[in-house]
């Protein structure tokens, strides 16, 4: 399965662009999520949401649907992945359960700065859940019960899936990689106009694709050729029948939902082709 769509959607500069002018900020998901059949959350990663918002976001959606988390970034900014399972309990029980089947991978984006060490990766990577089961047993470790409340119990047997986006050059080695295949979690292929190290290994079944801008970060959009490009890849890998993940970052100018658009348009034509040559 592919699944295309965009990193975040609550943009005001987005009004009157890709949302109709008079679209109240309120319909923004129901509109994002009739066109694109994924969404990276991104708000999970500046704060601790609530079981309602969680639960809202699940009840917004149609079927089928799926949201990308992203990790706390406490946990991969503040802490470097030390020291986390309370983190990681608080984040679980934050809310996250409610998503259900619709819960797609979880994002973890390590910090520029943060250098590879295979010890301090080996034991976070065994602290992830792998499935709703888990995280209800991780999340029952919280420490702090916020405004919102808290969710240990899931409303459906759900797998989890993990995925690490790496941006110091120390971590491309073949040591993380043995890492994340034992562990079944991906490493994120990451276009960032060359700031970032941009890797494609194969670690699990599944890839995750961030989309930052090729020429700007956060700012470029993609060229016909290069959505040529990108499509063939999805294409290569969903005939190894992995499933795969793609999310546009490129927010500034608000090419994200449109970039995405024409990357979805360019596989289903492929995968069209593909069918009726047998």
Sequence with gaps: MAYVGISGYNYPNWRGVFYPAKLPARAWLAHASGIFNSIELNGTFYSLKSPAVFRRWAEETPDPFVFAVKGSRFITHNLKLGRAET??????????????????????????LLRFDAERTRRFLELLPRDSGQAEALARLHDRAPPGGVLVDAPATVRFRHAFEVRHPSWVTEELYALLREHAAALVVADTADRFPNVEVDTTDFMYVRLHGSKQLYVSGYDDVELDGWAKRVRTWLATGRDVHVYFDND??????????????RIRRGQEGKDRRG
């Design 252 to 265: 500034a100018r608000v090419h994200a939902p449109f970039d995405a658009q024409r990357l979805m348009e």
């Design 87 to 112: 983190a990681l309990a608080n984040f679980y029980a934050s809310g996250v359960l409610a998503l259900g089947s619709k819960t797609g991978p979880f994002l973890w984006q390590l910090p520029p």
